[in-house]
């Protein structure tokens, strides 16, 4: 007889049923017997997705090697337990009006999702042509991941998707961004248990943590335990009950086991774990609902673990060997019939015990008792209004009231990022009725010196608040969990569902969230393929404790690669700043906030450092995003002998202080001093909207003057985005992987950026290319002048092997050169 | 009174002793006074590391100014918690004669870990003018976190170390990859609170279910929960106790709780801890030998979570705030006397409260009963040898009995993966014995289709194995787990312990190991910059199912761009490798396997494809890196007027059918065909040593004849090796971020990299920069070829809509020019 194991404890700590036949299957039961059609309509077109062409959707006539892909994608291993539950949310949505999302973790279960959204109708409203009957749904089948269809995952394609389950790790991270401010909202959260091996989703299980009951939505977690990856089960399918069942107790959740491959004792069971759930998140958000919101205590929320056969109601078995429940049926159970035809019968027959005919009208309609299931149109899960935000811009001030009035030339010195502080104290502030913008970051956001934000506002966490808990409550604009992976999860998240942010990160560690990065831009480039798909908000990555002020904490801390990498994704995408004081990093900022659909990658500095431009240059310069600093500059309009350029905030400060010992000293050598900003207007026009054209380009690097480049990252950078420039005349000095923990000016001498080296540089230019044109004086003063910063290169190490600080006049160098 | 609780079940789930004292400190019992004064002994050592420069180490004067560092690095709140467990695990050696290497996972731990090994005389033994006196001290706190000195964590620099806290996230996969194999090693590793948010740490506790208790050794993990990061609480510090065990027991541990403050307590109570897990491990050590290595069942090995608060010993307050178990204490409790002159006198009182005078003699020598709790010399973590291994190297088979010995030219497909699969078999069977090889990937070993290691290897997992569950042991060669992080992390740490191996991944998700990839090669700088750092054998990242073949995944799995971030690392360690078939791709990874200290990044398909060079030019080819293919080019010694180049199997392939297409069509035309396989031929010689020389590079590129490069990965990496090259001749296609599901040519379409745009390409050249040159007749021809190509791309776009794949004229071209 059936088994069925039924445990509800009143304290719901546990719910667990176990669903299991040993003689022959259980009935359905008549209140779950439509919804069981309903799931087999889905797996029909599943598999019809998988395997079929356009030719015979609905089996009119015996099928036939034409009706079959030649190659097959998309993996129905995850499809009908993802269908399973996709189905049963409709029903607990249409029960209880809820405002739910659904993420679909597993990689390559888009057939499931792809027939969900068609058989409610969404499908069909974003795409017309793939009507409700049975040539939509021949369409419907031949598209999916076939050449200029469908992709196989959940992708930008699908509507009602915030996530695309192509790169695994992020469902659960993107789950807890999604909900934030959105106190009505549900995410339901399919993570698969090959999945939940990744370190990201290993870790994202504590954000709810960070979870406010009162004023951010929920989250249901529903680890789907189907046991099998690609060639291996699963590590979670594999332990022992009790420590599955330790495991999230541990990480804080009360989980709800439904486990079996019976349809007639799993719908019931299914049923009743999710009905738990939402009794118990009503009780919860009722009960944080009475409570302060800074205040308001972690509830123990439930997630359900539901473990259900691999490649459920597929071929039992194939040549002989298991496909249900195996690792074989991972991917597609069989071999396409074009290949084995001797499978034609088996898909037919596996087709069929769906029972299409009993599913879908003369027309290839869904039967309208089963339409009856879907939920209402502004409930259904496939047109979630968040899924495809028309977001609301933010609220921003004003930068100039935030910058430095007159920076006298670098006579004031300042941290940059703490004067970005007093700026987005403010956003904060402006934004805070709206509640749409946060700032994310692993621990680090005092540290990288926006501190200005916890006169604000606090950060939020919901674990036990000890005394001595600085700027912790229940409710707060920021985020901090020392992990980049979690922090860029949950802004993407946030982001996909119509949220501002940042996410602040030391330059170095960003590099831990470089997949994430791609992933998250792939999809903003697919957007923009997509008609429907409206523009998001920007993401924004402020990198301050930047490679050049890592003195500190030495050589793991310093890499500055992750620019490099940026610029190989799609321009119309990604933007690139290395602003050279709080002024500027104060324009680009207020523009990046401002900004849609962009990456804006931000290098700022936290140290005290001079100041250079007022705000009104900084202004017009961040516009231009490169430009000649006349005031540093002697060439007047004509052709300088020599282009001292830099972009980043302590190369500007090499370059400058170099160029102040050129002009002292070499004051026949006409030198122009030029600034980037904006990384991309070194890139042709061609490769970059915002590349300088030729001309303009030439007319500041000119095409045959040396250009000594002071740059902030690896000087590759610079050298591949000017590849195609007229000239070869640029030497660019940067990075070169040289570091430990030393002064902040014998970082830059390690890696020949610093000022004496940079003086050399333009000596070295003096003595050879430049020889014939200049005049004897000057030449004759080169050779002693590099002597010189040897000497005072020699000085230096030994200073700080004495003392540990560098010397007073690096320390106290002021510019100093008259205008 | 004191109060201790204690609670040791027979079972041995769990041991708990809080130690916490009420009324006074408890004297600290006899059997521990002398390890107690070794504890302040270390802890003074690390206080003066950080505050102290190297005048006054004794303090056998009043403290001054002057004998204060003015830079303040290193963090003291980890240390003496760290020294805590470093004295008594020295404690544990002594009693069991245990082979241990010490982790250290929390950041900037370095002064504990520093004052240990100088403290056991292993310091002064690799650093001899670091000696065990009064000066040797006075160098020690110099030298820390000081410019020309050593780093704040844990470093290639610190002699026992095979791992840095630096970044964090890895100590625990390290530990584990450190075992692998070493029966009689126990790691035991240190794991912060903090470090213990990060994904990667946070999976990496599931590596318990992949060790071999008969044939690998142990890791100890010590969890030492302290409570607070940089500016916030830890989130596990955070959660009710319950929760905190449940998780262990769900991660599969039996978690051992000690917690407290006072040390008259801590020390009986952590070294009964520690008995009981070193009585567990031997008891589970001597039951595994019983069994059979393939069949041993996974045991509950212990842990420890210590929870000790944050700067213990530390000062208890500073200007009426909370320093001692507070945030304020993570990293130094005070800032330097040198600007706040008010901290001297509390900086003295804290170190004179360890009694430096009862625990060092008049020449600064650690007293001689002190000294007698150090363990034997051969014991010593400091000097395990296996933290700096004197490697033994594999034994390796000739290549070419798994090469393909006549390829003819094309005609021959095959599998280069698979190929290289056979040979991998090989090196598994002929190592087995030395137990020094392993491969480790995501799930993905038979997906990249090496899994002809299966008919000799299993993989290894100790989770329940069930029927039909393929090719598992419990001893394996073979480890998969679906996380990038942890089979790197296992693959650093068993390389970082003289071991070797490979990791196979997908190339477009190499890029979640990014920032550990950094990591390591930092680490391998660092050793080639200390002189008594061995070599270590070769990281090797095998990046199968690479972007051209992952047409059926879509463009979440497309991406080659980590190629671009390796070749920003030292030049010395990295080697970038691009084979174009199966013969190139076993003789370069014959060579990675044999090289020495190197980051080999090789890139291979996995798909049938053609095969072109013969074993002896495969041989020939790839000992020169980069060559003209005579039997494809008809330049015949002469001058050509084009150069087609490429890099990568499928570039390859394009370019040889473009170059096909252009000789039968232009037979005037005279081409030049060059292949790359190792790209770090095309930087300058004074960027790599592998570069050409520009005499060689433009003997075979010339300095104006146009280069059609067709590269595997993003256009711009080829750019940035060669701006400083003599000539601007090269026009570069490869991957511009286009691409979804589709077929493998139409990836190639999408991208420009197909054979009609590079035929398209010439003939923009021959009608452009060429036109001069060339016969009116094959200028005539270039005008209708290309609009033929236009006609067969569009051909092509409706051949793949309407069927799915590729045009036989694609799918069956071959190579047919004659020679």
Redesign the interface.
């Known amino acids: 007889m059936a088994r069925a194991k039924h445990q509800m404890k009143n304290s719901g700590s546990q719910v667990a049923k176990k669903a299991k036949s040993n003689e022959g299957p259980v009935p359905i039961p008549d209140e779950f017997k439509l919804l069981d059609k309903y799931w087999k309509a889905s797996n029909y077109l599943s598999v019809g997705q998988i395997y079929l ?1 356009d030719k015979n959707p609905l089996l009119r006539r015996k099928l036939e090697l034409s009706d079959v ?3 097959l ?1 998309g993996h129905f291993g995850t499809t009908p337990g993802q269908n399973f539950i996709y189905c049963h949310l409709n029903k607990l949505i249409c029960e209880r009006k809820l405002n739910m999302i659904y993420i679909s973790g597993p990689g ?1 279960g888009g057939p499931a999702i792809v027939a969900q959204v068609y058989l409610e109708g969404t499908y069909s409203e974003y795409y017309p042509n793939i009507s409700e009957d049975e040539s939509g749904m021949a369409k419907l089948f031949k598209q999916f ?9 959940v ?1 930008p394609e699908t509507p009602g998707s915030m996530h ?1 389950g ?4 992020y469902s659960l991270s993107h789950a807890y961004g999604a909900v934030l401010d959105k106190p009505d909202l549900v995410v339901a959260c399919v993570v698969g248990d ?2 939940a ?8 299980w ?1 954000a709810n ?1 960070f979870l406010n009951p009162k004023t951010d939505g929920v989250v249901l977690p529903i680890l789907h335990l189907n046991g099998y ?7 979670l ?4 009950e ?11 959740y009360e989980p709800i086991i439904v486990e079996g491959s019976d349809p007639g004792l799993m719908h019931p069971a299914f049923a009743k774990a999710l009905n738990y759930c939402a009794d118990r998140i009503k009780e919860i958000k009722e009960e944080a609902a009475m409570c302060d919101s800074q205040t308001v205590k972690r509830p123990i929320w439930p997630m359900i673990i539901l473990r259900s056969p691999k490649g459920w109601t597929g071929p039992k078995q194939v040549d002989g060997l ?1 496909i249900e429940g ?2 074989r049926s991972h991917q597609v159970p069989m071999a396409s019939p074009k290949e084995h035809p001797e499978y034609l019968e088996v898909l037919e027959k596996w087709l069929l015990s769906y029972e299409p005919h009993t599913l879908f009208d003369e027309e290839g309609k869904l039967l309208p008792e089963l339409k009856a299931l879907v939920p209402p149109k502004d409930l259904r899960m496939g047109n979630n209004p968040y899924t495809n935000p028309h977001y609301k811009p933010l609220i921003l001030p004003d930068y100039g009231e935030f910058g430095i009035e007159d920076p006298k030339r670098g006579k004031v010195f300042a941290s940059d990022a703490t004067h970005l502080g007093y700026f987005l104290k403010r956003v904060v502030e402006l934004n805070a009725k709206a509640r749409n913008f946060r700032i994310f970051g692993p ?5 990288n010196r926006l501190g200005a934000v916890f006169d604000v506002t606090t ?1 939020q ?1 919901l ?4 005394e ?3 700027r ?1 409550s229940s409710d707060g604009r920021v985020m ?7 922090c860029e999860g949950w802004l993407e998240g946030y982001l996909l569902t119509g949220g501002h942010g940042l996410i602040n990160s030391y330059e ?2 960003i ?2 969230i ?2 994430m990065f ?2 998250h831009t ?1 999809w903003m ?2 957007c923009d393929d997509i008609s429907w798909r409206n523009n998001l908000p920007s993401l924004n990555m402020l990198l301050s404790s930047h490679v050049w002020r890592q003195d ?6 310093q ?1 500055p ?1 992750f620019l ?2 940026v ?4 321009p119309n995408i990604i933007r690139v700043y290395l602003p050279p004081d709080a002024n500027c990093l104060l324009s680009v900022f207020h523009h990046c906030l401002r900004s849609e659909h962009k990456v804006n990658v931000v290098v700022c500095g936290k140290h005290p450092a001079p100041q250079w431009l007022t705000l009104e240059e900084a202004r017009n310069h961040c516009a231009a995003g490169v430009g000649v600093w006349e005031w540093a500059s002697n060439d007047k309009g004509s052709e300088p002998d020599i282009i001292m350029a830099c972009a980043g905030d302590v190369p500007t400060l090499e370059a400058l202080a170099a160029t102040s010992i050129l002009r002292k000293r070499l004051p026949g050598l006409k030198i122009r001093f030029v600034n980037v900003v904006n990384l991309m207007k070194l890139a042709p026009q061609s490769q970059h909207p915002h590349g300088l054209s030729d001309n303009h380009f030439d007319s500041i690097f000119t095409t045959k003057k040396p250009v000594i480049f002071a740059f902030h990252g ?1 000087p ?2 610079v ?6 420039r007229h000239g ?1 005349n640029f030497d660019v000095s940067g990075y070169n ?1 040289e570091g ?4 902040a000016f ?1 970082m830059t001498v390690m890696n020949n950026l610093d000022r004496f080296h940079l003086v050399m540089d333009v000596c070295d230019k003096i003595e050879h290319e430049l020889f014939e044109k200049l005049s004897p004086e000057i030449k004759f003063s080169a050779v002693y002048l590099r002597q010189e910063m040897n000497t005072l290169l020699t000085k230096h190490k030994k200073y ?2 004495e ?3 560098d010397m007073p006049e690096i320390t106290e160098w002021k510019w100093d050169v008259e205008e």
Chains 1, 2 share one sequence.
């Open positions: 062409l892909k030649p190659r994608l390559h991941s076939f050449p200029g269809g469908i992709p196989s995952h992708a695309e192509g790169e695994l790790g090959g999945e091996e990744t370190g990201p989703l290993a870790t994202s504590h943590k990856k690609i060639d291996n089960s699963t590590l399918d594999r332990i022992p009790h420590e599955l069942k330790s495991l999230f107790v541990g990480y804080g298991q195996s690792y621990d680090e956001t005092k540290s950060k966490f674990g036990e608040v000890r001595g808990d600085d912790v901090e969990m020392l992990s980049e992976h979690q170095a560690f590099h831990i470089t997949s791609n992933q792939k480039k697919m500190h904490n030495g050589f793991t801390h890499d690669g490099g990498h610029v190989s994704k799609k690896v590759h950078l050298e591949k985005l000017i590849y195609k070869r992987e430990t923990i030393s002064t014998d700080i092997a003392f540990g600080v």
